[in-house]
Nanobody, 115 residues
């Protein structure tokens, strides 16, 4: 059973930074593609960033140059470093992975950016 636990959300002023973490258990983490999604009130969940098993990353246009996704396979953890935060980054952020064709989600962590 794969479990994902996010942490690191909070309230920050515009222009500030936060680092989100997602710790995974119950999986051969080093081979998993890991993703971060976010969902703002009244909006659909959107893909923010992806990291491959080899560490290659892709980002949504809205966060390119501001967010950095990394992974530590020894700790079974991925990190989303978020800099230059904007009010429009306010959302619940979710960690995600797919294993054996099943989608696994964390419980989400709230990020609120005040303008």
């Amino acid at each position: 059973q794969v479990q994902l636990v996010e942490s690191g959300g909070g309230l920050v002023q515009a222009g500030g930074s936060l680092r989100l973490s997602c710790a995974a258990t119950g999986t051969a983490f080093r081979i998993n593609v890991m993703k971060w999604y976010r969902q703002a009130p009244g909006k659909q969940r959107e893909l923010v960033a992806v990291i491959s098993s080899g560490g290659d990353t892709t980002y949504a246009d809205s966060v390119k140059g501001r967010f950095t996704l990394s992974r530590d396979n020894a700790k079974n953890t991925v990190y989303l470093q978020m800099n230059s935060l904007k009010a429009e980054d306010t959302a619940v952020y979710y960690c995600n992975t797919v294993q054996w064709n099943l989608n696994y989600w964390g419980q989400g962590t709230q990020v609120t950016v005040s303008s």
